[in-house]
């Protein structure tokens, strides 16, 4: 396909979007990651497409995925896929997007409005059949801010046994933590506090985003989602907010509380994780990859997850670029309407033995 092409991946909490130019005629794509709760202000969606896509540059071959439908502020994933459409419809009229689906092909805005549950959730199916193209065999491993994906890749071809939400929940090719918005009280039911175990409170005082932040995984610019309290996002703050997971304060709490109490929950991440990838392993048996790539904002929960799993891991942002990586489902549908195998130079190392 000729011309520009803008691929989007339109979450519940962010809209990312990249732009090959001349038909992917490029080493590497330019990527927008905007923030965007789409339960705040579903109806700020049309306006945010046509303004993201003004600042990176208009196209009219343009790439869709989406995983907005499962927001609270639809009634139905139905409804959601249906919203999304409408707001490309009012953003771009005149243009015709390709919206990608869970059987890894394209089809219209109508044939996607007819099967909607056919596009829903689609974007890992999109990353790993792009990543598929350079590696063979891997376990593709995309940790975001809010979920995971775990994703098999054996011959070739995406051996996922899931394509819904549930399937994959079931499967454990989706584990609900991520790198920023995930609740503490939902990773653990107790943390250490000065040498025995204290249960924690039942309520959104603190999100991972707190818990990387003080570990300096991440800084104050790449915490991106809303804060539990509405407050600031320095280090002091994200500490204030962990203390309250044990019903504390920082009058009450010292630094070294803190860093027990976060280190514990990031382990507990890991091991989330690490189960899901040996369920995965377990079901492929002989035929399980032997290596991971590893895409998304949160690869410091990856790569010791994959270790935890025995297999080695590859990071696509050294191949592809940290952008590329961090919004890979959008690159990818760019990548793979414009009918690119992979941007030029990249490589998937063979994969390493048990």
Request: with cysteine; net charge positive; hydrophobic share 45%.
């Given at each position: 396909m000729k011309g520009p092409i803008l691929g989007w991946d339109v979450g519940g909490a962010n809209v990312k979007v990249a732009r090959l130019e001349d038909g992917g005629d490029v080493s590497a794509p330019k990527v927008l990651e905007c923030p965007f709760p789409i339960w705040r202000n579903r109806d700020a969606l049309p306006g945010l497409l046509a303004g993201t896509a003004e600042r990176l540059g208009r196209a009219r071959n343009m790439a869709v995925t989406m995983?907005?439908?499962?927001?609270?502020?639809?009634?139905?994933?139905?409804?959601?896929?249906?919203?999304?459409?409408?707001?490309?419809?009012?953003a771009f009229p005149g243009v015709e997007p390709?919206?990608?689906?869970?059987?890894?092909?394209?089809?219209?805005?109508?044939?996607?409005?007819?099967?909607?549950?056919?596009?829903?959730?689609?974007?890992?199916?999109?990353?790993?059949?792009?990543?598929?193209?350079?590696?063979?065999?891997?376990?593709?491993?995309d940790v975001g801010s809010t979920t995971t994906d775990v994703i098999p890749i054996v011959a070739g071809r995406v051996a996922a046994r899931g394509r819904t939400d549930p399937a994959r929940l079931r499967t454990g090719e989706l584990v609900y933590t991520g790198a920023l918005r995930t609740p503490v009280c939902a990773i653990v039911r107790a943390v250490p506090l000065r040498g025995r175990l204290c249960r924690v409170a039942a309520e959104h005082f603190a999100v991972a985003a707190d818990v990387h932040l003080w570990l300096g995984r991440i800084d104050e610019d790449s915490y991106t989602?809303?804060?539990?309290?509405?407050?600031?996002?320095?280090?002091?703050?994200?500490?204030?907010?962990?203390?309250?997971?044990?019903?504390?304060?920082?009058?009450?709490?010292?630094?070294?509380?803190?860093?027990?109490?976060?280190?514990?929950?990031?382990?507990a991440q890991v091991r989330q994780i690490a189960s899901a990838l040996r369920q995965v392993m377990r079901r492929l048996g002989p035929s399980a990859p032997r290596v991971a790539v590893l895409a998304g904002q949160g690869t410091f929960l990856a790569k010791p997850a994959a270790a935890a799993a025995g297999l080695p891991a590859v990071d696509m942002a050294d191949s592809d670029g940290a952008a590329m990586a961090r919004a890979a489902p959008a690159a990818a549908v760019a990548y793979?309407?414009?009918?690119?195998?992979?941007p030029e130079g990249a490589e998937c190392p063979a994969s390493a033995g048990p």
């Open positions: 995983t907005a439908e499962l927001a609270d502020c639809f009634a139905t994933k139905r409804e959601g896929v249906l919203f999304v459409l409408d707001a490309f419809r009012a390709w919206i990608y689906g869970i059987d890894g092909r394209f089809r219209s805005d109508a044939a996607a409005r007819q099967r909607p549950h056919q596009v829903a959730a689609a974007n890992w199916r999109a990353s790993a059949t792009f990543v598929a193209r350079t590696c063979r065999d891997a376990l593709l491993i989602c809303e804060t539990p309290d509405g407050r600031g996002r320095s280090r002091p703050e994200a500490a204030a907010r962990l203390a309250r997971m044990v019903c504390a304060d920082m009058d009450t709490l010292r630094p070294h509380d803190i860093t027990a109490i976060a280190e514990h929950v990031a382990r793979l309407l414009a009918g690119m195998a992979e």
